[in-house]
């Protein structure tokens, strides 16, 4: 849906988790866009779902980036990461 919308290619990681005060599912989404690629807007992710959406860049720096995503991907066995083809390339 939001490929569609944004009408440009990029990769992503999407982790599945429930909250662990509520037991609410939410998804912690990385987006990465892609070199010579139109930029997704952070308008554009928040219509693409009609639940509540807080979207915010996370800038790329040493260690911030990856500590982040590695803290949501190991949080628990009940995490369920999921990427874009050839994510890692």
């Known amino acids: 849906r939001l490929r569609k919308r944004a009408r ?7 982790v599945y988790e429930r909250g662990e005060e509520k037991g609410r599912s939410h ?6 866009e892609l070199p010579g690629q ?7 992710i928040e219509r693409c ?6 979207a915010r860049l996370v800038v790329r720096d040493k260690r911030g980036l990856s ?3 590695t803290k949501y ?17």
């Open 27 to 32: 998804f912690h989404l990385f987006i990465h």
């Open 8 to 14: 440009t290619k990029f990769r992503f990681v999407a």
């Open 49 to 54: 779902w009609r639940s509540i959406v807080h």
């Open 73 to 89: 991907t190991t949080k628990s066995l009940a995490v369920r990461p999921r990427a874009s083809v050839r994510y890692g390339q």
């Open 38 to 44: 139109r930029p997704v807007h952070k308008a554009t």
């Open 67 to 69: 500590s982040y995503i």
